[in-house]
Structure formats: C-alpha cells, structure tokens
C-alpha cells in the first residue's frame, strides 16, 4: 500500500528543515511597535515546545526593561544574556545549542554578521530581529546585510500613529542626532511613509 503525497498548490511541499540537516538564518525586521520582538519570542517557545536546546542574546545597551530578558513592548519576555560586543555571542555559546534567538540586531556591530554565518555555518538555526530603518528612514546597514544573507525574511508593519496606516518608519519624537539612541514611546512612534518628517 503506497503512502499519499501531500500536494499543495501542485508542488509537494519540502521536507521540514531540522538541525540536523544544516542551519539558517531568519530576520524578522520592521520599524518600532510593530511586533519583532514579540515574533522572535513566538519562534523560540515554539523551538522550546519542540525540545530543543535555546539560547538568546541582546545587546547590553537595551536596559529599557529588562537586563536579563528581552522583553516586547507589551511586556512578553524570555530569558536571555546581555552581551556588549557581538563575539562575545561565540564565548557564550553552548557547544549543544540547537536555536539561537538575537534580538534589537541594530545594536551590535559589523561583527555581528560574521557572528551568525559562523552559528549557521555549524549547523544552528539563528533567528535575529531588528530595526531595518533608523530614525531618518535609512537603512541599518548591519540589518540590510543580514537580510541578503537570511534564507527566511519577515518584514512586520507597525501601526502610523497619526493616520492609521501601515507603518514602516520609526519617527523619533525626543533626543540628539546619533543613529543608535535606545528609547520606547517616550522617543518613538510609528509612522507611514507620508507622515514620516525627517
């Protein structure tokens, strides 16, 4: 008796990926308020449910609510260790780690690509999330990178706090002039491309 073939779209769709079989990248990115966090934990408890070994990192300059979790802006949160220059991911790994979750990838430097092609490239999922703009609409070069370099991309979109539209900006309301300045609704909203003011 021969089994059935699941046909989706007339295309059997691929054997799902494991660790075993090589690692990956996926980038989760957006502007401000639009759910990255929150994504990238959704991903990690899914890989927990399914056993397998996680470990997170965030910057450690995103102190806004927690030192020893990442924590979305509607307060869903998970373990992680805050790490001050991408290497350091590479001292701090386990040798048994299946899954690594990266979050706010924007505040780490250039190294932090090599970074993940390397957790990859030894055969681990590595999920990131991150602004792809900064607060005059230009792309994070570091984000932009990455995202030529992921196998799965997601683009989220936010709110526009001014006239509901999608959002894909991040439109600063306080502070200096540098790229990097960390900040949650005290120093940001949403906006879309029309109300966005340099």
């Known amino acids: 008796m021969s089994k059935r073939k699941t046909v989706v779209n007339g295309h059997r769709p691929a054997a799902p990926m494991s660790w075993s079989h090589g690692g990956w990248m996926e980038i989760v990115v957006g502007s401000m308020f639009s759910g990255k966090t929150q994504e990238l934990i959704r991903r ?5 449910i399914a056993r397998q070994k996680v470990q997170v990192f965030n910057s450690a300059l995103d102190v806004r609510y927690a ?7 509607d307060l869903v949160k998970t373990p992680s260790i805050a790490v001050a220059k991408a290497k350091d991911i ?7 780690t299946q ?26 999922r590595v999920i990131v999330a991150g602004l792809d703009q900064d607060f005059r609409g230009e792309p994070f070069e570091t984000t932009a990178r990455l995202m030529a370099l992921s196998e799965f991309v997601t683009k989220n979109l936010a709110i526009c706090m001014l006239c509901g539209n999608p959002a894909n ?21 949403a906006r879309c491309r029309r109300c966005f003011k340099r």
């Open 99 to 124: 899954v690594v979750g990266i979050d706010e990838v924007q505040f780490f430097d250039a190294e932090i690509i090599g970074v993940c092609e390397k957790l990859a490239g030894e055969g681990r």
């Open 90 to 96: 590479l001292t701090r790994i386990d040798s048994d």
């Open 169 to 189: 900006r991040s439109q600063r309301l306080s502070g200096g002039r540098k790229v990097v300045e960390v900040g949650a609704a005290d120093k940001y909203e």
């Open 67 to 73: 030192k020893d979790h990442i924590v979305s802006h």
């Open 44 to 48: 990690l408890r899914l890989a927990q």
